[in-house]
């Protein structure tokens, strides 16, 4: 005889199976929470390796496709060089070599042209900073001279607070100094380790880059086997449009601060502001952060010019407003476009959450991110509604009231209507459209039932009275 089993059996006992082994999960994740992060954090700091390699091979791959497809393949075209297979690969070593070459080229040269200049920024900084301090005093001394009500203000706060810095100083500051130290040590070799990190990557970037159409074709296979066909296109075309937005918005923003830098020493230079460089600099890194990089690199840039000179200040504040209206305006627009598709709220809203959630790191990546997630829930929404046969376009919502039968009744006409159908509750005459209105009907009719019922049943106990009364008389 053939044993059977029915396929059905299978799939619960696998649904009862993965059901137990996601509430064992669930009940160890929440009483093991500091242990599983200990795991990830120890699994994420081995693999920051990989993860560091593959940023990187992102990062070039856009340089790589540039002179291997704008550069090497048409000269071996003009060469007769026949591309097959032994052929594609030289002339992929070739254009790693170039885009390595290219990338360490660029780089020596904007750190040769700028550290030196840095450097002795920083000098004249620390040599003359005595000076610096004594014309900021004498700068102080004559404001308060000048306003006594301003100097008598200053004494007062100075003479609180002066105790409470000394016992800090004493007290908290100095007994903590091998605590920093040891903080600091730490700190130099967490960067040795993450150099080294990266050396590791970006030997790992150069695999990936020489077999990048490999892998993506494996993933593309990996996706294809674990979903249907239209799901995995979905997914791919998915991917593709994160793609699009992330490195679209990314690479536009590295151009827009680098163009924000060099108009910045350009003017500065002109207004003989001190440090400019150095300036130009924090200004044009800072850029990259969308909204608040420039209000943070323009505020220590102020501190530094203030110690030197008051006025120069000033005229920077204006020069960096002027400049920041002038990116905001116009030569954001005009590189970025419409990359994210995000209104001002909403970019405010990422950048304050993924500020607050990963630091720095997530100020500049959360735009993007938003504007991904963003973009997958307004397609979930617009699927929903093209499903109801509604439209997705949100002007048809903007003035919308209710909609009944297809057709969209405005704002006033659905009130007017919806009070007309609070009115006529009690005459029953007309169902009420509102969820409140129906709930308090509901209750107002609960309320009106048991009214109903004391009543009669006040009724019948005065009539049972007067039966009594009556047959009392008769006896």
Same mark, same amino acid.
Not at 6 to 27: C, P, R
């Given at each position: ?37 200990? =795991? ?43 591309? *097959?297979?032994?052929?594609? $690969?030289?002339? #992929? ?7 390595? @070459? ?37 700068? /102080? ?40 130290? %040891? ?49 995995? *296109? ?5 991917? #593709? ?49 969308? @909204?608040? =990089? &420039? ?27 002027? /400049? ?31 500020? =607050? ?8 990546? =959360?735009? &993007? ?8 829930? %307004?397609?979930?929404?617009?699927? /929903? ?12 919502? /903007? ?8 057709? @969209? ?31 308090? %009907?509901?209750? $107002? ?31």
């Amino acid at each position: 005889m053939k044993f059977h089993i029915d396929k059905k059996y299978i799939h619960w006992g696998l649904t009862i199976f993965a059901v137990i082994a996601a509430s064992i999960l669930f009940y160890y994740l929440l009483f093991n929470r500091e242990s599983f992060s200990n =795991g990830f954090h120890a699994f994420f700091s081995i693999a920051m390796p990989i993860l560091d390699g593959l940023i990187l091979a992102y990062l070039l791959t856009p340089v790589l496709n540039g002179v291997e497809n704008r550069c090497l393949i048409p000269l071996c075209k003009r060469c007769n060089v026949e591309m *097959n297979g032994r052929n594609k $690969k030289k002339v #992929r070593a070739v254009s790693i070599l170039l885009t390595v @070459f290219i990338v360490g080229y660029l780089i020596y040269g904007f750190f040769s042209m700028i550290i030196p200049q840095l450097v002795q920024s920083i000098q004249s900084i620390i040599l003359q900073f005595p000076i610096y301090v004594n014309n900021l005093t004498i700068w /102080l001394q004559k404001l308060l001279a000048d306003n006594p009500d301003i100097e008598a203000a200053v004494i007062e706060v100075m003479d609180t607070y002066s105790g409470e810095l000394n016992n800090f100083l004493n007290l908290s500051l100095l007994p903590k100094m091998n605590e920093v130290i %040891r903080s600091i040590s730490l700190s130099f070799l967490s960067f040795i380790m993450r150099l080294w990190n990266l050396i590791i990557g970006f030997i790992i970037s150069i695999y990936i880059l020489g077999s990048k159409e490999l892998f993506a074709g494996q993933a593309k296979k990996i996706v294809y086997a674990l979903f249907e066909t239209n799901m995995a *296109n979905a997914i791919i075309s998915d991917v #593709r449009f994160t793609h699009r937005t992330f490195s679209g918005f990314m690479v536009g923003k590295v151009i827009d601060s680098i163009i924000i830098g060099i108009i910045c020493f350009l003017g500065t230079s002109m207004m003989g502001t001190p440090y400019a460089i150095l300036v130009s600099v924090i200004v044009g890194i800072t850029n990259v952060i969308p @909204f608040f =990089g &420039p209000y943070l690199g323009a505020i220590p840039s102020t501190l530094l010019i203030l110690m030197v000179n008051p006025l120069q200040c000033l005229y920077f504040i204006i020069f960096i407003l002027a /400049l920041q209206q002038f990116d905001g305006n116009v030569l954001g627009p005009k590189i970025l476009g419409d990359s994210t598709g995000l209104s001002g709220f909403w970019v405010i809203f990422s950048i304050t959450l993924f500020g =607050g959630l990963f630091g720095v790191l997530g100020m500049i990546v =959360g735009v &993007p991110v938003f504007a991904i997630l963003y973009a997958g829930i %307004r397609a979930f929404i617009n699927q /929903l509604l093209l499903q109801k046969k509604l439209p997705t376009d949100t002007s048809h919502y /903007l003035n919308v009231g209710s909609i009944e039968k297809g057709e @969209f009744i405005p704002y006033n006409k659905a009130e007017s209507e919806s009070e007309l159908s609070a009115n006529s509750v009690e005459s029953g005459k007309q169902k009420s459209k509102s969820i409140i209105h129906n709930f308090f %009907r509901i209750e $107002k009719a609960d309320k009106n039932e048991s009214n109903v019922i004391s009543a009669s049943e006040g009724n019948a106990a005065i009539k049972g009275e007067e039966d009594i009364a009556e047959g009392e008389g008769k006896q």
